[in-house]
């Protein structure tokens, strides 16, 4: 490794990316690069923001693995029997867990997202239920970044019979040493803000009714991120345990969608960078990304704090790290 290198790295990152907390780099499966940057340590636990889609997708896989979910093409309300569906309303009776992974579900809101009344409301999965379908069409691409990916935690309720993080630290958080302390519920705007500045809260926010975010809302370390990237550059395995099937992981991470917009690949719930060498991402606001490159070998994770209009993080991983460390 290059230490003039790592220092123009640095003085790069501190010039242009002044919003990151810390990045950690993996090679071949060891850290060759652990930095923190304004004030965070390895404790720091930051609001990863969209990443938790990601987490979520994984999650998704193990309840399939583990015969909880069926298959991805059942029907989103076969898990919400006493789902009162509204007369005339048919889109909503065809969407499935295939969609919603994909972003190719239609909702009834356009132009003008319904925030406020998302982020008071007091059931989350009910309310994005009733924003499911419309006259959209099935199978268009449309990202979703908070309103809507909440069904699946729902759906994991439904299926596992746990909490989305019961579920996941029994099967993930626990067996990979990866620390997610507890619910966060906020009361009031003021404690949602500060959470998405904070440094060490530990948790995954929850709803009134204890269901998990599943757009947004889990806080993890560069650490911790960096594991996740490794699990799935080692398809699905952690050591001698085999954490998702290894099918679950290369279907998720290859191309079933696309946001021609930005003319992105998208898997479920992953982006795809690099379809031939087979480098995925997980992006969330302000910056946070868990990256992983098969044909490098190479692992990327970077936390950040929000911030409006931040650079490309994958520009910065492919043009400045990757020539470094791969």
């Known amino acids: 490794m290059n230490q003039e290198k790592v220092a123009a790295l640095e003085k790069k990152i501190n010039h242009d990316y002044g919003n990151i907390a810390g990045i950690v780099i993996l090679k071949d499966g060891t850290t060759c690069y652990e930095h923190y940057f304004n004030e965070c340590t390895p404790d720091s636990r930051i609001h990863v923001y969209s990443v938790t889609k990601s987490i979520v997708s994984l999650l998704i896989g193990i309840a399939m693995d583990k015969g909880y979910i069926k298959s991805i093409d059942q029907k989103v309300l076969d898990f919400f029997p006493d789902y009162t569906v509204r007369r005339r309303e048919r889109t909503i009776q065809q969407v499935t867990l295939r969609h919603l992974l994909t972003m190719t579900a239609p909702y009834k809101y356009k132009l003008f997202t319904p925030y406020i009344k998302y982020f008071t409301s007091d059931n989350s999965v009910q309310f994005t239920l009733d924003l499911l379908g419309g006259r959209g069409e099935i199978g268009n691409f449309r990202y979703t970044p908070l309103i809507g990916p909440d069904i699946l935690s729902g759906i994991l309720v439904k299926a596992t019979g746990q909490s989305v993080l019961e579920f996941a630290t029994e099967n993930v958080f626990s067996p990979m040493g990866i620390t997610v302390e507890r619910n966060v ?73 696309r946001w021609k917009k930005v003319n992105l690949p998208y898997g479920y719930l992953w982006w795809i960078v690099d379809d031939k060498e087979h480098a995925c991402a997980a992006m969330g606001d302000g910056g946070n990304v868990i990256y992983f490159n098969k044909k490098n070998r190479i692992v990327v994770s970077i936390a950040s704090f929000f911030k409006p209009r931040v650079k490309d993080r994958i520009e910065l991983i492919k043009e400045h790290i990757e020539p470094i460390f791969s």
Not at 204 to 218: F, K, R, S, Y
């Open 185 to 257: 519920i906020f009361h009031n705007k003021k404690e949602q803000l500060a959470f998405n500045q904070a440094k060490h809260i530990s948790g995954w926010v929850a709803d009134q009714a204890g269901i998990n975010t599943a757009g947004w809302g889990l806080s993890l370390s560069p650490v911790d991120m960096a594991k996740i990237g490794l699990l799935y550059l080692n398809n699905g395995k952690w050591g001698d345990t085999q954490v998702v099937s290894t099918s679950w992981i290369e279907e998720s991470t290859r191309e079933h969608s």
